[in-house]
C-alpha cells in the first residue's frame, strides 16, 4: 500500500507564493506518474501540472509560467511552487502518484 503526505498549504496574499510537497512512502518500487489536482466547492477535480516518467511537464493553460511541478526521486516526493498567485488559484491541492491521491492541501490566495 502506498500513503502520500501533503504539505505547504496556506493562506497568502494575492502575488505571493506557496511551495506545495507531496511524499510517497509504502510499497512504491518505481514511479511513473506524478501530477498535481486542484478542486473547488461544486467544481470538478481538475489537473493543474503533470510530470512524466520521462521528465516532459505539462500545465493547465490558467497555470503557465505561474507554476512549476518538480520532483526529488531519491525522497518519492513531487513538488509544486506557485508563484503570482492570484485568488482565482484558491482551492484544495491534491497530488497523484502512481494513481495514489494525497489527502489534499488548502491554498487561500487572498485579494
Known amino acids: 500500500q502506498v500513503q502520500l503526505e501533503e504539505s505547504g498549504g496556506g493562506l497568502v496574499q494575492s502575488g505571493g507564493s506557496l511551495r506545495l510537497s507531496c511524499a510517497a512512502s509504502?510499497?512504491?518500487?518505481?514511479?511513473?506518474?506524478m501530477a498535481w489536482y486542484r478542486q473547488t466547492p461544486g467544481k470538478r477535480r481538475e489537473p493543474v501540472a503533470v510530470?512524466?516518467?520521462?521528465?516532459?511537464?505539462v500545465y493547465a493553460e490558467s497555470v503557465k509560467g505561474r507554476f512549476t511541478i518538480s520532483r526529488d526521486i531519491a525522497k518519492n516526493t513531487v513538488y509544486l511552487q506557485m508563484n503570482s498567485l492570484k485568488p482565482g488559484d484558491t482551492a484544495v491541492y491534491y497530488c497523484?502518484?502512481?494513481?495514489?491521491w494525497g489527502q489534499g492541501t488548502q491554498g487561500t490566495v487572498s485579494s
Open positions: 497523484n502518484i502512481n494513481m495514489y
Open positions: 509504502g510499497s512504491i518500487s518505481s514511479i511513473n506518474f
Open positions: 510530470l512524466n516518467n520521462g521528465g516532459s511537464t
